[in-house]
């Protein structure tokens, strides 16, 4: 009986094999893609925001980074482009009011995941997830979350409904993803069996339910046919990389990743030892799904944001390209 991720023994699926395929199928494929998008210089169309609100969230996010040792830095760039896709002005209202949604997200989802919370920390923070849109003034721990909820909750009071994204279809969104977020939190690999899952969505939403929510709430009121379903593929395409580069940490820390799903055969495959050979055999299933989502967004954005999320990716591979070049087993 397997007892923890370090007693799997690979041939053809071992951790450095499974770096060497995305090095070669992810970043040496497309290497001209990612070279041309790092040297795509994207400042020229950045404007930087100026507004007091920023520097207040800035500073709550310094208090975090402080008190709990998170990494709090808000991608402010990001959501502007996006912005400039799709608007002939920016709104930096709404650029704030997804960050602080955002910030919130990353605020949970690290202390959920940290061995450093105790267990009633971390019923804490699944009670304010589950808040959604409600308004809280809570005196318990983390009062920073709410601070952060607030921000982003605010704002959407004073916002009519999108045409094209109701605040109602928003809430469902938002529902779907802190119910994964709670649910990974919650439900840890047995290796002694397999995974029997009646819903996948479970293990992806909380990224491409999240991403796809803070791009559709940057536009909000402004949200067209293009903008909705450019959101839903750049959230799949965060839920792929993110899956991609984190596989072999997420089992050795007994973490259910969703490739453990996407890319076997069949619901269930045996034991987890032949269900890992079953992803490993497969695996290209997830990066050839990476390729198409790319392509499609390709047509609904711009070049300085196509570049800048490229450019993201490629930096996001940076363990994967360590790992290559250390030889690391």
Known sequence: MLENAKEIEFDAVSPKNHYLFLYDEVLMKHKEMFEYCSKFDVSREITAPSRRDYEELNELLLRIHEKYNIEMNVNYAQLYLWQKCFLDKTDDEAILAAS?????????????????????????????????????????????????????????????????????????????????????????????????????????????????????????????????????????????????????????????????????????????????????????????????????LRNYVNEPFFCFLVAHIWNWFEPVRVAVQNNER
């Not at 989802?109 to 940290?114: E, F, K, N, R, W």
């Not at 479970?202 to 929510?213: M, N, T, Y």
């Open 100 to 296: 602080y949604l955002v910030k919130f997200c990353v605020m949970a989802d690290c202390i959920l995941d940290s061995a450093c919370f105790s267990e009633k920390q971390k019923k804490d923070v699944c009670k304010k997830s589950n808040l959604l849109l409600r308004q809280t003034d809570s005196k318990d721990e983390f009062t920073e979350l709410d601070r952060l909820l607030s921000g982003f909750l605010n704002y959407m009071h004073m916002q009519k409904d999108d045409i094209f994204f109701s605040k109602e279809i928003l809430k469902k969104t938002l529902r779907k993803a802190f119910q994964s977020e709670i649910y990974m939190y919650k439900s840890k690999i047995d290796f002694s069996k397999d995974i029997k899952e009646r819903n996948p969505s479970l293990l992806v939403d909380k990224s491409i339910e999240f991403e796809k929510a803070a791009f559709i709430i940057s536009l909000y009121g402004n949200n067209n046919e293009n903008s909705v379903l450019a959101a839903e593929l750049l959230g799949k395409v965060f839920w792929l990389v993110d899956d991609l580069c984190d596989f072999i940490d997420d089992i050795k820390n007994r973490r259910k990743n969703s490739l453990l799903i996407y890319c076997v055969d069949k619901e269930t495959f045996g034991s987890f030892e032949e269900r890992l050979e079953n992803v490993f055999k497969n695996m290209n299933r997830a990066v050839n799904e990476l390729e198409s989502i790319l392509r499609k």
